[in-house]
């Protein structure tokens, strides 16, 4: 298994521009977690799916920040202007969501907003 | 609500000593436990996990953790320190679904 992929590993981009994050889960597990990871502030929940489906999203810090997933093997998250403040590593993560099965990550997408 | 708060940012041990990474839980309901590692530039790493089967864990590369209700910990230790054991620990708890990481330990070994 390939494990979750993220892609881009890295993004650099201007204050004001669209970011979008993509994440392939792996095959079979239908939760999705989307997790920030700042110095600051350590591993932010920001939403998550299950089947698709979002269930919590009260993490996501405001409405510039949006995330889909349109099928099971595919999930965006999109930053929309993008601000300096949002420079952080984005992670992916899936699993087989029963309560004590682990989180599999992906490498992360480092962004960077300039 | 579920959470997690691990003791001590920074961990410098010599090779050869003993690993104590403390976390605290605070869970409404029976918790599942985590620990897992970050290495640069890397996603977190399950090292191992609590499911209540048992208190006492095995994980990975040697890791070992105890599950105390009475204390609400569950704290990770190696006995011996490997230079290849540097990197950054998490602590997690779910009780519904979601996963909570605590801030995180640094671990430095020193030579």
């Known amino acids: 298994d390939a494990g979750v992929i993220q892609s881009p590993r890295h993004e650099v981009t201007e204050m004001g521009q669209e970011v979008t994050l993509r994440c392939k889960p792996i095959s079979g597990h239908d939760y999705l977690f989307w997790y920030r990871q700042t110095m600051m502030r350590g591993l932010e929940l920001l939403i998550y799916f299950n089947n698709n489906v979002p269930i919590d999203d009260s993490g996501m810090p405001e409405d510039r920040f949006s995330a889909k997933m349109p099928n099971a093997s595919f999930s965006t998250l999109k930053i929309q202007p993008s601000e300096p403040r949002d420079s952080a590593v984005y992670f992916c993560a899936s699993s087989l969501g029963q309560g004590n099965s682990p989180l599999h990550f992906g490498n992360g997408t480092r962004l960077t907003v300039t | 609500a579920q959470s997690v708060t691990q003791l001590g940012s920074h961990v410098s041990v010599s090779e050869g000593a003993l690993v104590l990474l403390r976390c605290n839980y605070s869970s409404s309901v029976p918790p599942y436990l985590f620990w897992y590692v970050q290495y640069p530039n890397q996603g977190l790493q399950l090292l191992l996990k609590y499911t ?27 006995p011996s320190a490997h230079m290849s054991d540097a990197a950054e620990y998490f602590c997690a708890v779910t009780g519904n679904n979601d996963m909570r990481f605590g801030a995180g330990t640094r671990l430095t070994v020193k030579p």
Request: hydrophobic share 35%; no cysteine.
């Open chain 2, 52 to 78: 209540s089967a048992a208190t006492l864990v095995k994980g990975i590369n040697g890791f070992e953790a105890e599950f105390k209700k009475s204390e609400t910990s569950f704290h990770l230790t190696k």
